[in-house]
Antibody
Framework: QVQLVQSGAEVKKPGASVKVSCKASGYTFTRFHVHWVRQAPGQGLEWTGMINPSGGSTSYAQKFRGRVTMTRDTSTSTVYMELSSLRSEDTAVYYC???????????????WGKGTPVTVSS | DIQMTQSPPSLSASVGDRVTITCRASQSISTYLNWYQQKPGKAPKVLIYAASSLEGGVPSRFSGSGSGTDFTLTISSLQPEDFATYYCQQSYSTPWTFGQGTKVEIK
């Protein structure tokens, strides 16, 4: 079945970097964009950015530009999100999600990973 | 960035009630509006895409409507499994943005 399997929980110190993986299976990896969304404890959903696994092009939310890098490995059908210069406000659950497109250029996140908790603490 | 504003932030309702959640965009987004349901400790799940299209496998008691800047999600008869937080999200332009969520609680 179609699924996205994310890497496990991370604990990092302020100033460090974290790299979260998201392995796709059950579908053609290069046919669907993957987006990343984060959720701080008790808070709402925040879009971080996206990657096109076909060519590797990316688009990031302005607030993360310069700190976030999304990459992919087509040989393993895995996308990665790396966030650097971590601060306590980056403590959140990070989700990857596949984006499906339907007629009319409508896009939505139809398959989600279970989330990777990232804790930033000294 | 397009701001998405949901109301109410929370509501209490009983099983069988009709529930309506509204979402307003800061500019016209045509029908590029999706609705998600999230239960505690779980990833969100898409319910409605393109403002009014029901995702496969989602019960027909969920419906969406609206275009331009004003949208609604309606649950026609609330079931015990529907107690959750609901988010609207626009896909008209990047950055994609979400409403702040509406928590539906048991009365």
């Amino acid at each position: 079945q179609v699924q996205l399997v994310q890497s496990g929980a991370e604990v990092k110190k302020p100033g460090a970097s974290v790299k979260v993986s998201c392995k796709a299976s059950g579908y053609t990896f290069t046919r669907f964009h993957v987006h990343w969304v984060r959720q701080a404890p008790g808070q709402g959903l925040e879009w971080t950015g996206m990657i096109n696994p076909s060519g590797g092009s990316t688009s990031y939310a302005q607030k993360f530009r310069g700190r976030v890098t999304m990459t992919r490995d087509t040989s393993t059908s895995t996308v990665y999100m790396e966030l650097s210069s971590l601060r306590s406000e980056d403590t959140a659950v990070y989700y990857c999600a596949r984006v499906r497109a339907v007629t009319g250029s409508y896009y939505f996140m139809d398959v989600w990973g279970k989330g990777t908790p990232v804790t930033v603490s000294s | 960035d397009i701001q998405m504003t949901q109301s109410p932030p929370s509501l209490s309702a009983s099983v069988g009630d009709r529930v309506t959640i509204t979402c307003r965009a800061s500019q016209s987004i045509s029908t590029y509006l999706n609705w998600y349901q999230q239960k505690p400790g779980k990833a969100p799940k898409v319910l409605i895409y393109a403002a009014s299209s029901l995702e496969g496998g989602v019960p027909s008691r969920f419906s969406g409507s609206g275009s331009g800047t004003d949208f609604t999600l309606t649950i026609s008869s609330l079931q015990p499994e529907d107690f959750a937080t609901y988010y609207c999200q626009q896909s008209y332009s990047t950055p994609w943005t979400f409403g702040q969520g509406t928590k539906v609680e048991i009365k």
